[in-house]
């Protein structure tokens, strides 16, 4: 049995829900026969990648749900083999270069060339192009995005690309210059409660409308999460009503509890208590800036106004250390000893 | 000899030539529809580039004189450097010898100290093979070939240092052209080797002018004054301004089948006949399409809706410290859910507080650092939500200081 999120994905522009005025957009762009590069950008769960293969269902028809996985190799130039794998049907594929890290230039260099230099065989398609999407395109490094840069202009009689990425911010500017931005809002809470009512209609549960409002504004706008966490309740109780409880993931209930110990007592040997958690966390595999930043945000209206924006400023600080250093361990442990300095200097009225 | 590099001459010959050569182009005409107008409209010869005079006049000399230096053409993105080199090379060769003698190698092709080794050396030694009877009556085919080195700005050090020696020991039969972006990746030893030519952001009515030869020939009606904004939101980058050009159109349906059958026959004459160009236009279409607007090319080109700004700004004038943060939280939140870059929300901060003049020049000094910090986080890929609330919390509290 699968998961709600893909017994109900939308499969086709039509079926979409919101952004009508969006689909309608790309509706129109599958159909002028003159296809741009795209990059498609916004929050996770906002339906970046319902909406692309929407598109690319308008583009080709049904033929593109036939995919298959294939696993190449690769060699770099030091002569390592790298192994990649691909989603593929006959008129697209479907990559993740930043699987590879640091070797994703090899991968778009040959691949990408590969498909642009062949044309299309089938006769009956559609479409004169195949369409390449990449996903996570904000993990590419520069070398790869530079080398996408010609790419694009030369092959783009034989190839399109699609370039799916959460934020824009580290896409190089030639990139953007020669791509249409498609942004992809998270939808508001009143769309989430939409869906979720309609899904619980077509399984026949009953209707709690306090429950879905409680959902749709616990899942931040992230409508993955949100129905994830709509199954999860309804798996759990017999009978939902407007009361049932949205038990939080257990991650950040464990989150919670930390930012309780840390307002309860602000010395060395609860920093070890709290390091301990925190190491849970971490091999537990949740990224070390969803944990910061929930803390953060869970700290924040415990503590007084004044100290707001100063423990937004070190968590911003720290958060940015995360990303460029190597042992996350050591960002996290020194943002929550800065911040029990931070209140305790406010709370002794001090400045040490 | 000078008469060799007479280019008028030659482009009249090229002119009469047309007619016959226009046969063989007719079959990828299709494939040309679906090309972006980038590369449809990228300058055919020295001439049609625009904006960069006093470039284009030196090559222009350098040309008559029978030679060419090594070059190396640096200038931010979209200023026509890529196009001038190869609108050059076309002038000098013609179709069938540019195969032959130039070998372009940009970012996507592997360029590390091996390839400079092996292709670039094997290119650069090899003799000049001799055009075709009758070629060089149409195009003046100078005895050396041209190596394209695009985006040389990404090669690495050794690469470059490989490439030296190579420069000076083939200079005979081979020219270098290096295009960057930032001059100062170029190690020394390979700048001073070339002449150097800076192209400059393109001004207002160079661009403007451009643009608009563009949509009239693509039958895109645009409003009054879309075009400046295209050309603000595009920061000076040509290729930026006309991707976003195009996108407009396909989205508001603009280009129909229509522009396929009058690219065909306008291609050539972009500035003459204008008028017999609308007149074609009108026939073709009949109908009026939708029109480019204002609101078209913000939404493309990424912009924030000066509403959306404005309530961020409203939420971080300074109040009570307790309601600043809860507002600006709640602007940040739903900035960041919506999907806005952050990197856009910055830029448009910063335009928006930086010409306040309210402020003190101590504050926007202040003000400032913030923002610079804020921008190395996001390149570092920092969080965009905890960075553009710290961006938003600081500067308010920038702001409340008096």
């Not at chain 1, 195949?130 to 202009?153: C, F, G, P």
């Not at chain 1, 849970?280 to 953060?296: A, F, Q, R």
């Not at chain 2, 003799?127 to 003046?140: A, E, V």
Request: neutral net charge.
């Amino acid at each position: 049995m699968a998961l709600l999120v893909d017994k109900y994905r939308p499969r086709s522009l039509e079926a979409l829900t919101y952004h009508e005025d969006l689909s309608e957009r790309l509706k129109s762009l599958a159909k002028s026969g003159d296809f741009p590069h795209l990059l498609v950008y916004g929050p996770s769960g906002a339906g970046k990648k319902t909406r692309i293969v929407a598109t690319l269902r308008e583009l080709y028809g049904p033929g593109v749900e036939k995919i298959k996985i294939d696993s190449r190799v690769f060699q770099t130039t030091s002569n390592r083999k790298l192994e990649f794998n691909i989603v593929a049907s006959v008129y697209h594929l479907e990559i993740t270069p930043s699987d590879v890290g640091n070797f994703d230039r090899v991968v778009i260099q040959d691949l990408l060339k590969e498909v642009a230099q062949t044309q299309q065989v089938d006769q009956s398609a559609r479409q004169r192009f195949k369409v390449v999407v990449i996903n996570e395109a904000d993990h590419l490094t520069r070398d790869a995005q530079a080398a996408l840069r010609r790419t694009m202009e030369k092959y783009s009689p034989n190839m399109r690309l699609i370039l799916l990425a959460n934020s824009t911010a580290n896409i190089i500017a030639p990139i953007r210059s020669r791509t249409l931005l498609v942004r992809v809002a998270a939808p508001t809470e009143s769309d989430i409660c939409k869906v979720l009512e309609k899904v619980g209609a077509q399984e026949g549960w009953a209707e709690a409308e306090g429950l879905n409002r409680r959902i749709a504004k616990d899942s931040a706008r992230n409508l993955r999460r949100a129905l994830l966490m709509f199954e999860a309740v309804h798996a759990q109780n017999e009978k939902v009503t407007d009361k049932t409880p949205v038990p939080p993931p257990d991650w950040e209930a464990l989150v919670a509890q930390i930012a309780d110990e840390i307002m309860a007592e602000h010395t060395p040997a609860r920093l070890l208590q709290v390091r301990a958690k925190l190491y849970d966390l971490l091999s537990h595999c949740i990224p070390p800036t969803t944990v910061l930043k929930t803390l953060t945000f869970k700290l924040i209206p415990k503590i007084d106004d004044a100290l707001k924006a100063d423990v937004i400023k070190w968590s911003a600080f720290y958060e940015h250390r995360i990303r460029m250093g190597s042992k996350h361990i050591f960002h996290l442990e020194a943002f929550v000893a800065k911040f029990m300095r931070i209140l305790e200097s406010y709370l002794m009225g001090m400045d040490f | 000899m000078a008469n060799f590099f007479d280019n008028k001459a030659r482009a009249a010959a090229v002119a009469a030539t047309n007619g016959a050569s226009s046969s063989k182009s007719a079959a990828p005409k299709e494939s040309q529809n679906l090309q972006p107008w980038v590369e449809k409209y990228r300058p055919k010869s020295l001439n049609d580039v625009t904006a960069q005079d006093h470039t284009i006049t030196v090559l222009q000399r350098t040309l008559q004189a029978s030679n060419l230096p090594h070059m190396l053409f640096y200038g931010p993105p979209g200023t026509g450097k890529t196009s001038t080199i190869l609108a050059l090379a076309k002038e000098l060769y013609g179709p069938e010898m540019f195969r032959t003698r130039v070998l372009e190698l940009n970012a996507s092709d592997e360029r590390g100290i091996s390839i400079v080794r092996e292709k670039v050396k094997d290119f650069a030694r090899m003799q000049l093979s001799n055009p075709p009877p009758h070629y060089k009556d149409r195009y003046p085919c100078p005895p050396y070939k041209i190596i394209i080195l695009d985006e040389a700005d990404s090669m690495t050090q050794d690469a470059q240092s490989a490439l030296r020696r190579t420069m000076e020991t083939y200079s005979k039969i081979t020219r270098f052209c290096l295009i960057c972006n930032y001059v100062t990746r170029i190690i020394d030893p390979l700048a001073s080797r070339c002449s150097k030519f800076r192209f400059k952001m393109l001004d207002q009515g160079n661009a403007k002018k451009r643009l608009e030869d563009i949509a009239e020939n693509e039958n895109v009606k645009l409003e009054d004054g879309a075009v400046d904004k295209l050309i603000k939101c595009s920061e000076g980058d040509l290729r930026k301004a006309i991707t976003f050009l195009q996108s407009a159109a396909r989205l508001v349906g603009a280009v129909k089948t229509s522009h396929s059958r009058s690219n065909g026959n306008s291609k050539k004459r972009v500035l003459e006949d204008e008028d017999d160009e609308d007149e074609d236009a009108m026939e073709v279409d009949g109908v009026d399409e939708s029109m480019v607007t204002i609101k078209n090319i913000e939404e493309i080109a990424g912009v924030i809706p000066n509403d959306v700004i404005d309530g961020l700004i409203q939420a971080m004038q300074p109040r009570s410290k307790g309601a600043v943060y809860e507002a600006v939280a709640k602007q940040v939140t739903d900035l960041v859910a919506d999907g806005w870059s952050a990197t856009q929300v910055v830029a448009q901060l910063y335009q928006n507080v930086l010409y306040d003049d309210a402020l003190s020049n101590k504050q926007k000094n202040k003000i400032v650092m913030q923002f610079s910090d804020v921008d190395k986080r996001l390149v570092d890929g920092a969080d965009e939500h905890l960075t553009v609330l710290d961006l938003a919390l600081q500067v308010s509290g920038v702001l409340a200081e008096t």
